[in-house]
T-cell receptor, first 109, second 115 residues
Framework: EDQVTQSPEALRLQEGESSSLNCSYT??????LFWYRQDPGKGPEFLFT???AGEEKEKERLKATLTKKESFLHITAPKPEDSATYLC??????????FGKGTRLHILP | NAGVMQNPRHLVRRRGQEARLRCSPM?????VYWYRQLPEEGLKFMVY????????ESGMPKERFSAEFPKEGPSILRIQQVVRGDSAAYFC?????????????FGPGTRLTVT
């Protein structure tokens, strides 16, 4: 069964303390992996798409990487405004989008 | 440069009533997706539509739920005879390209409360 698992469920960091969020997946044939940010009471905001192992993308303090089994979202020197839930989603070989439950990130000033 | 628009943002219905949720995709997007999000749960795919066509409704309950995307006007997600378990946030997303291979842009959601 296709599955997306994100870890940790929640993460508290001090401002400036870098860390990584994990998204591991088991799908029949990956056709794309997506990262989104979701603030409370709002819709997910698109961040990155990764299509093949070894691919990396960056945006400000965020960097997403992809291997054959998982993706990491690295956050460098985070600020309080980076606090949000980060969602990972995959497009599997049968063209289904499957979302993980997300990682709730809280950056303390 | 309007994004995906959804209305209403909040909807309260009594058990047995009908709920109608509307979604206008981003300009230039002709593919619409509906998702449901329960507290502490991930987004669950419900249905994928193009203009006048339902492409994939495999995530939508067989009864009481229907969706359409007419030639003119917004996409509508309709829930008949709502029950308490239908209480959730419903998100609409749109994409420019055909198929779920491409990134989707989400609206702010409609929060449905069934009393």
């Amino acid at each position: 069964e296709d599955q997306v698992t994100q870890s940790p469920e929640a993460l508290r960091l001090q401002e400036g303390e870098s860390s990584s969020l994990n998204c591991s997946y088991t799908v029949s044939g990956l056709r794309g992996l997506f990262w989104y940010r979701q603030d409370p009471g709002k819709g997910p905001e698109f961040l990155f798409t990764l299509y093949s192992a070894g691919e990396e993308k960056e945006k400000e303090r965020l960097k997403a990487t992809l291997t054959k089994k998982e993706s990491f979202l690295h956050i460098t020197a985070p600020k309080p405004e980076d606090s949000a839930t980060y969602l990972c989603a995959v497009n599997s070989g049968d063209d289904k989008i499957i979302f993980g439950k997300g990682t709730r990130l809280h950056i303390l000033p | 440069n309007a994004g995906v628009m959804q209305n209403p943002r909040h909807l309260v219905r009594r058990r047995g009533q009908e709920a109608r949720l509307r979604c206008s995709p981003m300009k230039g997007h002709s593919h619409v997706y509906w998702y449901r999000q329960l507290p502490e749960e991930g987004l669950k795919f419900m249905v994928y539509l193009q203009k006048e066509n339902i492409i994939d409704e495999s995530g939508m309950p067989k009864e009481r739920f229907s969706a359409e995307f007419p030639k003119e006007g917004p996409s509508i997600l309709r829930i008949q005879q709502v029950v308490r378990g239908d209480s959730a946030a419903y998100f609409c997303a749109s994409s420019r390209e055909e198929g779920t291979f491409y990134e989707q842009y989400f609206g702010p959601g409609t929060r449905l409360t069934v009393t």
